[in-house]
Every structure is written in structure tokens, then in C-alpha cells.
């Protein structure tokens, strides 16, 4: 059974870093895109960041771009958020997502209507 778990999330203070994992099992070689995304209380889930699990493509919202990077370790099954110059409106559930098939376009990356396999989410709290 494909699994998605998420891990490194807690209290940061503003401007501090974060480094959130997220460690596929299963079918993994399915998972192509591997994305994540995020959800604030009171608002909708929204895209943060993907890749492609060839190491080619990345796409960031523009609310993250230039604080947080995406990357992967491919022998862990393994993809990373490290979240720099955190703000206090990062707040949010995290969520690692997966596209079941193989393909590759920014704006399906940023689709989360395209993803088929999810983590239960970890809590990022971003206070003084």
C-alpha cells in the first residue's frame, strides 16, 4: 500500500528555518511528481512547491519563492521543504503529496486535484 509520511514540523520563531521530510513507500516508482502543500486555519489547501522525481523540473508558489527549497534523496524516497526566513503567515498543516503517473507540467504540478496519494500532514507554527 502507498504510503506518504511527513515529519519535521513544530515551533519556529520568525526568520528561523525548518526542514520538513516526507518518506514514500509502496509503489513508489509511480510517484513521478511529488509536491507539497499546505493549509492555514480557515483557508483553503494550497500549493507550496513540487518537483519531478527525475531531478529536472521544480515549481514554487510565489509566496515561497527564493525562502524555500525543494529537493529529494532518491535512495531514501525521501523529498524535502527546507523553509527559510519563515513568517508568521507559513502557519499552516503541511502536506506531501504524489501523482500516480508519469508526467509533468507546472501547472499540473500545481494542480492538487492531480495528486492521488497523501501524508496525514505535519503542523508548522511560525510565532514569536
Known amino acids: ?11 519556529v520563531q520568525p526568520g528561523n528555518s525548518l526542514t520538513l521530510s516526507c518518506v514514500a513507500s509502496g509503489r513508489t516508482l509511480e510517484m ?25 523540473s521544480t515549481t514554487y508558489a510565489d509566496s515561497v519563492k527564493g525562502r524555500f527549497t525543494i529537493s529529494k534523496d532518491t ?10 526566513s519563515l513568517k508568521p503567515e507559513d ?3 503541511y502536506y506531501c503529496a504524489a501523482i500516480g503517473r508519469r508526467f509533468w507540467s507546472i501547472s499540473g504540478a500545481r494542480d ?8 496525514q500532514g505535519t503542523q508548522v507554527t511560525v510565532s514569536s
Open 1 to 11: 500500500q502507498e504510503q506518504l509520511v511527513e515529519s519535521g514540523g513544530g515551533l
Open 112 to 119: 492538487q486535484t492531480n495528486y492521488n496519494y497523501w501524508g
Open 91 to 93: 502557519t499552516a498543516v
Open 32 to 56: 513521478y511528481v511529488r509536491g507539497w502543500f499546505r493549509q492555514a486555519p480557515g483557508k483553503e489547501r494550497e500549493f507550496v512547491a513540487a518537483l519531478s522525481w527525475n531531478g529536472v
Open 75 to 84: 535512495a531514501k524516497n525521501t523529498m524535502y521543504l527546507q523553509m527559510s
